[in-house]
């Protein structure tokens, strides 16, 4: 299996609402204090499948949880398959659920991305992707950089998260491939539908 390691345009952003076509609602759960619970939904026809995340803290196996000390993120890496046809685009998020007690309030969230997005931009052009595709087969990773795991500390501090609670859920949101052909939350899109969902807000 050919192994490859993406470069990647990583931006860290708050989320307000976080609406899934994939059920994760069954899997939401306070983790004890001091302990990381990272939960990974997938929609069943995902062609991307996220196999392994890692960090200084060791194997972050799914819904296991690990001794949350304050850098438990630090060298974050998710490790991914390509199981469909090749792509040049991917778009992770790493979604930081509240409390449950909290859960009105603004959640935090970090993204991960790879290739020029296959939406059009807020002109209505779409962007020419010269990344290179990524073959059916191939394994390759995401890595938090150091920057971007400050400006995460960051965010969770400003956002007022409980210190010692860490409910993460990672997951594939899309893949685009060179004809424009979208995956998203669990549907395929053609260029047309990908302009339409531009226009609303990229709505799953």
């Known amino acids: 299996m050919k192994s490859i390691r993406l470069s990647s345009l990583i931006l860290s952003v708050p989320v307000i609402c976080l609406c899934l076509?994939?059920?994760?609602?069954?899997q939401e759960?306070?983790?004890?204090?001091?302990?990381?619970?990272?939960?990974?939904?997938?929609?069943?026809?995902?062609?991307?499948?996220i196999y392994m995340v890692r960090s200084d803290a060791g194997d972050l196996q799914l819904d296991k949880g690990v001794t949350a000390g304050p850098n438990w993120l630090k060298n974050l890496t998710i490790s991914l398959v390509n199981e469909g046809a090749p792509f040049n685009h991917i778009y992770l998020t790493m979604?930081?659920?509240?409390?449950?007690?909290?859960?009105?309030?603004?959640?935090?969230?970090?993204?991960?991305?790879?290739?020029?997005s296959p939406f059009a931009d807020e002109t209505g052009e779409f962007l020419v992707n010269t990344a290179e595709p990524v073959a059916r087969g191939a394994t390759f990773e995401f890595t938090l950089s150091d920057d971007d795991h400050q400006r995460i500390i960051d965010g969770l501090a400003k956002g007022d998260y409980p210190i010692g609670h860490s409910s993460v859920v990672?997951?594939?949101?899309?893949?685009?491939y060179s004809?424009?052909?979208?995956w998203k939350l669990g549907?395929?899109?053609?260029?047309?539908?990908?302009l339409i969902l531009h226009n609303h807000s990229l709505s799953p």
């Open 21 to 26: 076509s994939i059920n994760v609602s069954a």
């Open 29 to 49: 759960q306070d983790p004890p204090p001091n302990r990381a619970i990272v939960t990974i939904p997938s929609a069943k026809n995902c062609p991307v499948r």
């Open 95 to 116: 979604h930081f659920r509240r409390p449950a007690e909290e859960k009105n309030k603004v959640h935090f969230g970090h993204d991960f991305q790879y290739g020029e």
């Open 170 to 176: 990672i997951f594939v949101n899309t893949v685009g």
């Open 179 to 182: 004809d424009g052909t979208v």
């Open 187 to 194: 549907r395929y899109y053609g260029r047309i539908m990908g």
